[in-house]
């Protein structure tokens, strides 16, 4: 059994930070690429940006400049941080990590709710 969870989603103000953070737990000899995407209500989830085991990372055009991602591979933690945020970055946002366990896989998260408000 393997688990994305997150954490750190919640209320804030326009022109605020959050941190987003999401661990992954179970069964696993190796975390390959992570990222984090969100969803607009009635929209597809999006790919906000991803990172490598080697760290290299990569943004939605849209987003550089105001969000970051890392990673602890040691904690097998990603995480986001997102500054000065805009209300229309209200979304769901969802952890998604590819994972080796008896197979080469991708995990989701259950999704933690970001709400900024203007």
């Known amino acids: 059994q393997v688990h994305l969870v997150e954490s750190g989603g919640g209320l804030v103000q326009a022109g605020g930070s959050l941190r987003l953070s999401c661990v992954a737990s179970?069964?696993?000899?190796?975390?390959?690429?992570m990222a984090w995407y969100r969803q607009f209500p009635g929209k597809q989830r999006e790919r906000v940006a991803s990172?490598?085991?080697?760290?290299?990372?990569n943004y939605a055009d849209s987003l550089k400049g105001r969000f970051t991602i890392s990673r602890d591979n040691a904690k097998n933690t990603v995480y986001l941080q997102m500054n000065s945020l805009k209300p229309e970055d209200t979304a769901v946002y969802y952890c998604?990590?590819?994972?080796?366990?008896?197979?080469?896989?991708?995990?989701w998260g259950q999704g933690t709710q970001v709400t900024v408000s203007s």
């Open positions: 179970g069964s696993f000899s190796r975390i390959n690429t």
């Open positions: 990172i490598t085991s080697a760290g290299s990372t």
């Open positions: 998604h990590a590819e994972l080796v366990t008896s197979y080469t896989g991708s995990w």
